[in-house]
């Protein structure tokens, strides 16, 4: 969960009902985490469209205490998932809002039930070692991180493709991205959104990324795509993608073999990226980057050098 979600909330609309999802079996709508936020005429975010977030919403609104429900979706449901999910239920209000410095969450969602092992070994990990747990239900008690770190992404370039690319990993939520090209006037008018940075030479700043971010070059210029993917290599990254065309890549291995790369390490970045199924509309190419870069994401692999899975011509 995360602080700045609640307090939010709080702030707009008052206390709310929370309804996670703590555990699934099978196949099920949404991932352990999920939530609604919800209030009498209104409701946030989703654990999964349908019957299920249908008759949750109508739970919530019954100003239900801490609950515990665990749901086959087929029996229960008349759903086609085949799986089975567990839902907690509670009452936010200001008071359960983690302090400053928390690093997880830790609550009985049933009454007078002694905390399990793995929760008093995930505080003393927490205190002693800055760990964030993972979520876990278990024992009646339910487990889960407080504002855990988002991972970095950094998009070079504000063009069409930058901007369609933001417009759909941003909703997202899960990623920290920093949006880097040479002009202010390049980006979209908005007073929120990813961090901007700019810089005559964008390829300056690449010293500020850190080891493990995720990269998107998709600028207005092959001479900086060059010098990006030449930095970007000689300082190390999680994963790399370049957009372009099969042609332009066998170009860039050659000039990137002179300025002293191996080919081991040019192999790192993924060019071509997107899916040229797709279509070549700047949305399109944005939608086959992103799946690219979720699958690599949803994998978990912490190897250094993942990279943005290839497929195909990006443009």
Known sequence: MRVADWQEALAAHGPFTRVVVAEVKGSVPREPGAELRVWPHRFE?????????????????GRIGR??????????MGQCCGGAVTLCYERITESQVPRAGEMLRAVAMTPETPAPLFVHRAQ??????????????????????????????WIWGA???????VNVLEPLGTLAITW?????????????????????????????????????????SHALDLELCHRLLSQGFAGCGLIGSATKWV??????????????????????????????????????????LLKTLSVQSDRAGTAIPRKGRAG
């Open 45 to 61: 975010g989703t654990i999964g469209g349908g019957q299920l977030e249908f008759e949750a919403l109508a739970r919530a609104r």
């Open 67 to 76: 609950r515990v429900e665990r749901i086959p979706l087929g029996p229960a």
């Open 124 to 153: 003393a990990r927490a205190r002693d070692r800055g760990e964030r747990p993972a979520l876990r239900f278990g024992g009646g008690w339910l487990l889960e991180p407080v504002d855990p770190p988002k991972q970095p992404l």
């Open 159 to 165: 063009g069409h493709v930058g901007r369609a690319l």
């Open 180 to 220: 880097v090209d040479t002009d202010a006037r390049r980006f979209p008018e908005a007073s929120q959104g990813p961090a901007r940075l700019i810089a005559e030479n964008p390829a300056d700043l690449v010293p500020l990324s850190p080891a493990n971010a995720q990269h998107v070059i998709a600028t207005y």
């Open 251 to 292: 170009r860039f291995r050659n000039r990137l073999r002179i300025l002293g790369h191996s080919d081991a390490q040019i192999s790192r970045i993924a060019c071509p990226i997107g899916d040229p199924t797709l279509g070549k509309a700047p949305e399109a190419i944005a939608i086959g980057i992103a799946g690219a």
